[in-house]
């Protein structure tokens, strides 16, 4: 059913490629849609690695999938197929690559923000309060620890940058560039979206630290949930029986790939250098454990 053989990039001569991002191929297929293909590839201090992290496709797109199942009850999403036998006879002629880490989606017109839900302070956001006691315009408790539980979970979208590093920004400034109107519904399915899921992950043994969520407009003018959903790519898993507050906090999925990187005299700028057998070996065991947790179910 899935491809055994890891893939580090795809290309084929009658799907026309849309954008290569860091990890994830996508393709326009016809008018109407899309074929997110998600690779192998891994990244880490914002370099993409030489070496893949066999099943990683895989997992991202399984757990797309059962994100996208779960949560369709708070707003609909792109999902069209991730079976291959589902999809027009361009993907099925590449099943061998393709099966297990490919979806069909219908395309739509991008709202260019990311819609990211707090409920941990870290990362941009640990940073930003550093400096300023705030996030994205929401003034935080005094004296608060990095990797803190916030009071309640923040809404705290972004531009999307081409390359490099996404911008935060307040409610306000995404009000100018969406309209208020559909700034308050994004923000507000935002937070219905993080909120169920960060409460059903837990129960899992996983804190979801924070997430992002990307939006766009279908041809019937209708808001739809859209590129992947609470993938460990897309979001901070935290394995929850080593959550300590007071420090950075282990990533469930990279840590052992960052930990090795940072024992190498590597200037954290491309090229960056591959990783050895049991790096990989031991970061595949952790998506499928990821999956395996949060579903409840083996790949
Ligand atoms: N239904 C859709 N309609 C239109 N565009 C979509 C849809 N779903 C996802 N996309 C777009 O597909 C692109 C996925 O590529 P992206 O560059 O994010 O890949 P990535 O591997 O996540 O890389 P990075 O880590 O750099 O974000 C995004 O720009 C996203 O907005
Ligand atoms: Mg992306």
């Not at 909120?195 to 996983?206: L, N, V």
Request: net charge negative; proline share 6%; charged share 25%.
């Amino acid at each position: 059913m899935t491809s055994t053989v890891p893939v580090l990039q795809t290309s084929f001569s009658d799907l026309q490629l849309m954008r290569r991002g860091k990890v994830r191929d996508v393709y326009r297929v016809d008018d109407n849609h899309l074929l997110i293909v998600a690779t192998d590839r891994i990244s880490a201090f914002d370099c993409i690695l030489p070496t893949p992290i066999a099943r990683k496709g895989e997992v991202l797109t399984a757990l797309s999938r059962f994100w996208f199942e779960k949560l369709s009850h708070i707003v609909p999403n792109h999902l069209v197929a991730t079976e291959i036998s589902e999809m027009p006879e361009v993907a099925r002629q590449q099943e061998e690559t393709l099966s297990g880490r490919s979806m069909l989606v219908s395309s739509t017109t991008v709202f260019p923000i990311e819609c990211v839900v707090r409920g941990y302070i870290t990362g941009s956001g640990w940073k930003d309060y550093l400096r300023t006691g705030e996030v994205c315009g929401h003034r935080l408790p005094a004296e608060l620890s990095e990797s803190d539980q916030l009071p309640e979970p923040i809404f705290t979208p972004a531009t999307k940058a081409d390359e490099g590093h996404d911008e935060n920004i307040s409610e306000r400034r995404m009000s100018e560039i969406l309209g208020e109107e559909l700034t308050a519904t994004l923000r507000n399915i935002s937070q219905q979206l993080y909120t169920e899921a960060s409460e059903y992950a837990r129960t899992r043994g996983i804190i979801i630290a924070d997430t992002k969520f990307e939006f766009g407009r279908d041809k019937e003018g209708r808001i739809i949930l859209i590129d992947e959903v609470l993938t460990p790519d897309s979001s901070r898993f935290w394995p929850a029986d080593q959550y300590a507050p007071g420090k950075s906090q282990p990533s469930f999925d990279k840590q052992f790939v960052r930990d090795y990187l940072e024992t190498l005299d590597w200037n954290k700028q491309p090229p960056a250098p591959p990783l050895p057998d049991e790096i990989a070996k031991a970061t595949t065991e952790r998506y499928l454990e990821a999956y395996r947790l949060l579903t409840g179910k083996n790949l």
